[in-house]
């Protein structure tokens, strides 16, 4: 559907529900914002561009903390890096519950690690962090099973003999190949038509939740859920993952050994049986499902899509791609696999993946969040349950941090000497409580691909490097990146 049919359509909602409902009156001291429509919201300050170019424009009038109307719900908007990490790390407490993305909310509705709030998220989130952790450290570390898929992956681009190829799904089997390792003990291969339709649910999920019309559903979703759309697909799409992991969690718990636990699932499965007569029990079969899912999707889609938008970034400019493979050559050599400890003594390389990571920006408005309770901010009284958006790319591209912030730069994360430069300003994975759960995961995983592909080859693409597009295929929950082809060559 185009985008003007889709505001069309919400304007007509909107005057509809108008005549059957009053608009709720928000309480306490909000900070300021555009004055709202009834039910309407903010619509006619919303940019056809999406969320992210509407929201930087009101807030070149109402300064770094300002309120949007969201259809009939305020929402407190943080922008900039002073601002959202006063929130989310001064008061972190506060600013830690989880808000909601509507077309994803009827699968997830408050369950699993990632979208649930209170006790349960409390609970979930302890319990997932020890058990990723024990899991990545036992018998086979994380280090070794990325390693492991690394060199998986340079066999596969060997197999191409420098053919120009569309690099989405390796990247992807790689990442989820990891988090399937932790989650359900197993890895698959690149060929596995199970494995590979997960995949492209995935990739179609990430890219309609980030496309324009899951914007406009996110304004209305109160009325636009009874009408076909995008939503539906994503639901449908989560649903099916979801029956595969109800599958798999049916296969382990009928070969579950008490004594050796293999992975995440049967980890949870123990845990369920431990807790049963518990009455305020959180380790359910629900929040396992919603758990895993949430594990499995944020695994898999954040690293890879980093590692696409990373490896079109060194086609647009091979004299970075050069640069690293000097010092890939410098350190490593070219006769044994990348280890972690090498990451100290290549600040160049490291500042490249650092410089991916904020020019691409992937969750630009960040995950919601809402307020635990009655919460002063900056002299505004922010009302239990109020959502709050933290704007992650405006720290990602904020000035008083970034020289040239819409300028793909290694140097912005290099002192005078060379060496890396840390920055308050880089929140990829997020700050505070609610910060990425497979941070620690997705760094290794950055570092070990990106360097075992460019120890092994160079790079070319079909088209000159002034021509490749840089520009996004979807911007909103999620920023998704051209499709393209790429060349691997065997250095």
Request: proline share 6%; glycine share 6%.
């Given at each position: 559907?185009?985008?003007?049919?889709?505001?069309?359509?919400?304007?007509?909602?909107?005057?509809?529900?108008?005549?059957?409902?009053?608009?709720?009156?928000?309480?306490?001291?909000?900070?300021?914002?555009?004055?709202?429509?009834?039910?309407?919201?903010?619509?006619?300050?919303?940019?056809?561009?999406?969320?992210?170019?509407?929201?930087?424009?009101?807030?070149?009038?109402?300064?770094?903390?300002?309120?949007?109307?969201?259809?009939?719900?305020?929402?407190?908007?943080?922008?900039?890096?002073?601002?959202?990490?006063?929130?989310?790390?001064?008061?972190?407490?506060?600013?830690?519950?989880?808000?909601?993305?509507?077309?994803?909310?009827?699968?997830?509705?408050?369950?699993?690690?990632?979208?649930?709030?209170?006790?349960?998220?409390?609970?979930?989130?302890?319990?997932?962090?020890?058990?990723?952790?024990?899991?990545?450290?036992?018998?086979?570390?994380?280090?070794?099973?990325?390693?492991?898929?690394?060199?998986?992956?340079?066999?596969?681009?060997?197999?191409?003999?420098?053919?120009?190829?569309?690099?989405?799904?390796?990247?992807?089997?790689?990442?989820?190949?990891?988090?399937?390792?932790?989650?359900?003990?197993?890895?698959?291969?690149?060929?596995?038509?199970?494995?590979?339709?997960?995949?492209?649910?995935?990739?179609?999920?990430?890219?309609?939740?980030?496309?324009?019309?899951?914007?406009?559903?996110?304004?209305?979703?109160?009325?636009?859920?009874?009408?076909?759309?995008?939503?539906?697909?994503?639901?449908?799409?989560?649903?099916?993952?979801?029956?595969?992991?109800?599958?798999?969690?049916?296969?382990?718990?009928?070969?579950?050994?008490?004594?050796?636990?293999?992975?995440?699932?049967?980890?949870?499965?123990?845990?369920?049986?431990?807790?049963?007569?518990?009455?305020?029990?959180?380790?359910?079969?629900?929040?396992?499902?919603?758990?895993?899912?949430?594990?499995?999707?944020?695994?898999?889609?954040?690293?890879?899509?980093?590692?696409?938008?990373?490896?079109?970034?060194?086609?647009?400019?091979?004299?970075?791609?050069?640069?690293?493979?000097?010092?890939?050559?410098?350190?490593?050599?070219?006769?044994?696999?990348?280890?972690?400890?090498?990451?100290?003594?290549?600040?160049?390389?490291?500042?490249?993946?650092?410089?991916?990571?904020?020019?691409?920006?992937?969750?630009?408005?960040?995950?919601?969040?809402?307020?635990?309770?009655?919460?002063?901010?900056?002299?505004?009284?922010?009302?239990?349950?109020?959502?709050?958006?933290?704007?992650?790319?405006?720290?990602?591209?904020?000035?008083?941090?970034?020289?040239?912030?819409?300028?793909?730069?290694?140097?912005?994360?290099l002192d005078a000497n060379g060496a890396l430069k840390k920055s308050e300003a880089f929140m990829p994975f997020s700050l505070g409580k609610r910060i990425c759960l497979g941070e620690g995961i997705a760094r290794n995983e950055l570092f070990l691909f990106f360097t075992a592909i460019l120890q092994n080859f160079s790079l070319s693409s079909p088209m000159a490097a002034k021509d490749i597009d840089l520009s996004p295929k979807e911007s909103g929950f999620g920023k998704v990146p051209q499709t393209y082809q790429i060349c691997f060559l065997a250095r």
């Amino acid at each position: 559907m185009e985008p003007s049919v889709l505001l069309l359509l919400a304007l007509l909602v909107g005057f509809v529900l108008l005549l059957v409902r009053g608009y709720p009156k928000a309480r306490g001291h909000l900070p300021p914002g555009p004055r709202p429509l009834p039910l309407l919201g903010n619509l006619l300050q919303m940019d056809r561009g999406g969320f992210l170019n509407s929201f930087k424009r009101i807030r070149e009038k109402y300064g770094a903390v300002f309120t949007v109307h969201l259809g009939t719900r305020p929402v407190v908007m943080l922008y900039g890096t002073e601002a959202i990490r006063e929130a989310l790390v001064d008061q972190a407490e506060a600013f830690s519950g989880r808000g909601t993305i509507a077309v994803v909310e009827p699968i997830f509705r408050d369950y699993g690690v990632i979208f649930s709030n209170g006790e349960r998220w409390k609970v979930l989130r302890r319990f997932s962090l020890a058990t990723m952790r024990d899991f990545g450290m036992g018998k086979r570390s994380v280090e070794e099973r990325i390693q492991e898929e690394a060199r998986c992956l340079v066999e596969e681009f060997r197999k191409s003999q420098g053919a120009p190829l569309d690099p989405t799904f390796l990247f992807q089997c790689i990442t989820a190949n990891i988090i399937c390792s932790i989650v359900f003990g197993e890895r698959f291969d690149y060929k596995d038509r199970q494995f590979l339709r997960l995949l492209y649910l995935f990739y179609q999920s990430f890219s309609l939740i980030s496309s324009f019309s899951s914007q406009v559903f996110e304004l209305f979703s109160g009325f636009l859920k009874y009408f076909p759309g995008t939503h539906r697909q994503i639901s449908r799409n989560l649903q099916e993952i979801l029956d595969y992991i109800g599958q798999s969690v049916e296969k382990h718990r009928a070969t579950l050994d008490p004594s050796n636990p293999r992975d995440f699932i049967d980890t949870y499965l123990l845990r369920m049986e431990k807790e049963k007569s518990n009455q305020h029990m959180e380790f359910d079969h629900q929040n396992l499902l919603i758990s895993v899912l949430s594990l499995f999707f944020a695994g898999t889609e954040t690293s890879s899509t980093t590692l696409r938008y990373g490896f079109l970034l060194m086609l647009k400019y091979p004299h970075v791609a050069e640069k690293v493979q000097k010092e890939i050559d410098q350190v490593i050599g070219s006769h044994r696999l990348p280890t972690l400890e090498d990451r100290t003594k290549m600040p160049y390389t490291d500042a490249v993946i650092y410089e991916i990571q904020r020019f691409s920006d992937l969750v630009p408005i960040g995950v919601p969040h809402k307020v635990t309770k009655d919460t002063l901010f900056r002299g505004y009284l922010l009302p239990k349950n109020t959502e709050v958006y933290p704007i992650l790319s405006s720290a990602l591209h904020d000035p008083q941090y970034f020289e040239q912030p819409d300028t793909f730069n290694p140097d912005h994360f290099l002192d005078a000497n060379g060496a890396l430069k840390k920055s308050e300003a880089f929140m990829p994975f997020s700050l505070g409580k609610r910060i990425c759960l497979g941070e620690g995961i997705a760094r290794n995983e950055l570092f070990l691909f990106f360097t075992a592909i460019l120890q092994n080859f160079s790079l070319s693409s079909p088209m000159a490097a002034k021509d490749i597009d840089l520009s996004p295929k979807e911007s909103g929950f999620g920023k998704v990146p051209q499709t393209y082809q790429i060349c691997f060559l065997a250095r």
